[in-house]
């Protein structure tokens, strides 16, 4: 039997209920702290977890450069007013204005609210490639990444004690598939973690640890500033990545990865960065949506819907350099808009004027670990030693807490060694990408 949180009538102040506490929804409820009076309305969030995941930080997780810990921006102690249930919100009537949610015990939870903002992000592409939801490895989530970790310090220890050379070569490479941002990082800070576990396998000195990048796009980096696809492309190659560009993945197996250029590489870890869509949870409310994200105006308001609002990846908010164009599913597209959100809520309940969504492009940082980093601040690309405290410095000013911790993780791990510890938290058998993003989302190519 389910329960019901303050059903409507029974409420004094207006309920807010933000669905999904990522970049958007957490600075949407940072805003409406800000600019609500304590009995201005109540604040809701439902979310599955008790933090914010600063995700642009997850490839040094996978590399053990970060705790895992130091991405996980906690809710609890930086949301004052908030009152955070954890679960998952399923069912929304968007007429009688309830939302259901179930709790971590799958008991299911009926909510009313007042105004409504959705920013409940994205889940990961699957492609229609044979294999990808059972073999392949996401990269969205601490799991995923503390997953990859272990999975390849495993690969290379089961590499150590196999006396088949096909297999210790199968076992010493690793594929990924989009070149992305996402993509890019995770395989220029892999070598690095590599490189490094290798130096602990004496067994292994005659091996080579083998990266793979693959993208159908002409360039890495594709949506991004071109100029920055250049150095990035170089120092790939300087590390040794075998970057396969203008190629698709037409087969994923647990022992190979096929291409569309006809090679057949043997390989035990494929990594699955290839792009996200929005959150299923979309399709449940029933709203006009636009490329699968909710449609919104530029005040992040559902057309015809002054009580409904959506921001980040799970919102197609006109883009204001490209009219007919939705902004790019980013951090900070999602964190400007969850600003703007909150903003236009406080409005919405008479207190402060809304806004419409205007920005200005501060620039793109990549950071391929090793004083490595392409970044194009105000459009100035640069790259090297200078791009990468750049980019470091970009993720300390945009982290919402817990600078000093990543600072200082930073600062050791220049003078130190990085830990090559699994945690073996995730059973070997797996994270498989149709276990951790839920399915059906299959699209066709
Ligand atoms: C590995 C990686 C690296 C990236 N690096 C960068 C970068 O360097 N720069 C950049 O600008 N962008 C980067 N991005 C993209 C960026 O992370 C996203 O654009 C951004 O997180 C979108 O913010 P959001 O608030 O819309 O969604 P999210 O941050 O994904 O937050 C959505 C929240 O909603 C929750 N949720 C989902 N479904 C439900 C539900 N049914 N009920 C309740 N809660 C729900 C989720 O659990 C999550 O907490 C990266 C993405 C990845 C995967």
């Known amino acids: 039997m389910g329960t019901t949180i303050n059903r409507v009538p029974q409420r004094r102040r207006p309920r807010v209920l933000v669905l999904g506490v990522g970049f958007a929804g957490y600075h949407c409820l940072r805003e409406l702290e800000r600019r609500l009076p304590a009995d201005a309305a109540e604040l ?49 009537d968007t007429r009688d204005r309830t939302c259901t949610m179930v709790d971590a015990d799958g008991q299911p939870h009926q909510l009313g609210w007042d105004r ?34 272990d999975h390849v310090l495993r ?62 796009a002409p360039r890495v980096l594709p949506n991004l500033d071109e100029r920055l696809s250049g150095p990035a492309l170089k120092v790939l190659r300087e590390r040794g990545v075998d970057v396969r560009l203008e190629t698709t993945v037409t087969e994923v197996t647990a022992t190979h990865v096929r291409l569309s ?16 869509r929005p959150d299923p949870l979309v399709d449940a409310l029933g709203l006009p949506t636009r490329k699968g994200r909710v449609e919104v105006d530029r005040r992040l308001a559902v057309p015809g819907r002054a ?91 945009a982290l919402p807490s817990g600078r000093a911790r990543v600072a200082a993780d930073w600062l050791l791990g220049g003078v130190g060694r990085r830990p090559l510890v699994q945690f073996g938290l995730v059973p070997e058998r797996g994270v498989t990408l149709s276990e951790t993003d839920r399915l059906p989302q299959v699209e066709a190519r």
């Not at 229609?128 to 503390?146: L, N, T």
């Not at 250029?261 to 996200?276: K, L």
């Not at 959100?341 to 402060?352: D, Q």
């Open 307 to 397: 009580d409904i609002f959506a921001a980040g990846d799970a919102a197609a908010v006109p883009d204001p350099a490209k009219p007919d164009e939705p902004t790019p599913m980013t951090a900070q597209h999602a964190q400007r808009q969850g600003r703007l959100a909150g903003r236009n809520v406080a409005a919405s309940l008479g207190h402060g004027v809304s806004g419409r969504y205007r920005y200005r492009e501060r620039g793109f940082v990549v950071d391929l670990g090793g004083g490595q980093a392409v970044a194009n601040p105000f459009h100035v690309p640069i790259s090297g030693r200078l791009a990468w405290v750049v980019a470091r410095g970009y993720h300390l000013l």
């Open 44 to 92: 809701v969030a439902v979310n599955p977890a008790d933090y914010m995941l600063y995700v642009p930080l997850l490839p040094e997780v996978s590399a053990g450069v970060l705790d895992p810990r130091r991405v996980a921006v906690p809710l609890r102690n930086t949301l004052q007013r908030t009152r955070l249930l954890l679960g998952e919100a399923r069912d929304i």
């Open 155 to 216: 690969q290379l220890e089961l590499a150590a004690m196999t006396d088949d050379p096909a297999e210790r070569a199968a076992r010493m490479t690793f594929v990924a598939v989009g070149a992305g941002y996402t993509g890019t990082e995770v395989v220029a800070q892999g070598e690095l973690l590599t490189r490094e576990a290798l130096q602990h396998h004496p067994e292994l000195r005659h091996d080579e640890v083998r990266w793979v990048l693959v993208d159908v």
């Open 116 to 149: 409504l903002v959705v920013t409940c992000g994205a889940v990961t592409r699957l492609l229609s490639v044979p294999g990808v939801a059972e073999h392949a490895k996401g990269f969205k989530s601490i799991a995923e990444s503390i997953y990859l970790r």
């Open 261 to 276: 250029d006809g090679s057949d590489i043997p390989a035990r870890t494929t990594v699955w960065c290839v792009g996200v």
